[in-house]
């Protein structure tokens, strides 16, 4: 039965030098972490559902090596996001989506709060060189057309002041379409994270480009 023990080692062996490939590939890829809310966070999903997941998948069929680390919180505000940025930065993170505001509306919070929020947590990612895409909101046509004009432009602005890239509307294709959200209307079900991916995937590909 000597055989039998020398075959169950060499198993073994093959099994930890596989692991150690496997972490060690993890390891290498790049990471990109995605601040957001429920939306993020795959309210309602399978964890294998949520936006991050599929945006991972996606970028891995187009051969990019990735790891999209789901820094998402259902109920967060801005502020929120802005509060716990610090923690969710994993060390080795090479770039940042940033997808906050849509509770801040919902809420009807004032528009100057939720920008001085995301003023500041672009301010602290710019000045950690990580490159960032902000993937807006838009108000709830019901909140009235003040609150959208002071609302609607935050994104873009910041944008464009921090040097980060910009997705208009995190949503775009999804809002309001019943089949592609869950019972909610609010948060999107597989197939309405698979259209947001498709549309945005573009636009993590041009972040991709800006990590050294």
């Known amino acids: 039965m000597g055989w ?43 964890a294998g559902e949520s936006l991050p997941a599929q945006l991972e998948a996606a970028l891995k069929a187009k051969g990019h ?74 108000a709830p046509r019901n909140m009235g057309p003040e609150f959208s004009a002071a609302f609607d432009p935050i994104f873009a602005d910041l944008s464009t002041k921090h040097g980060a890239l910009y997705y208009p509307f995190l949503l775009d294709g999804v809002a309001l379409v019943p089949g592609l959200n869950q019972a909610d209307g609010i948060h999107p079900n597989r197939a309405g994270v698979a259209e947001i991916v498709k549309r945005l995937l573009p636009s993590v590909e041009a972040l991709l480009a800006k990590v050294s």
């Open 4 to 46: 039998v023990k020398e075959l169950g080692r060499i198993t073994l062996a093959a099994g930890l030098v596989l692991a150690l490939m496997t972490a060690a590939k993890a390891a290498d890829a790049v990471k990109i972490v995605m601040l957001g809310d429920s939306l993020t966070a795959g309210l309602g999903l399978p």
């Open 65 to 138: 090596h990735v790891q999209v680390i789901n820094a998402g919180v259902s109920g967060d505000t801005a502020a929120d996001g802005l509060a716990r940025l610090d923690w969710v930065l994993d060390p080795e993170a090479k770039a940042v989506i940033v997808a906050l505001g849509a509770n801040d509306a919902l809420r009807g919070l004032p528009p100057t709060a939720t920008r001085a929020a995301l003023d500041d947590i672009l301010g602290t990612l710019a000045s950690r060189s990580l490159p960032t895409l902000v993937a807006g909101m838009a």
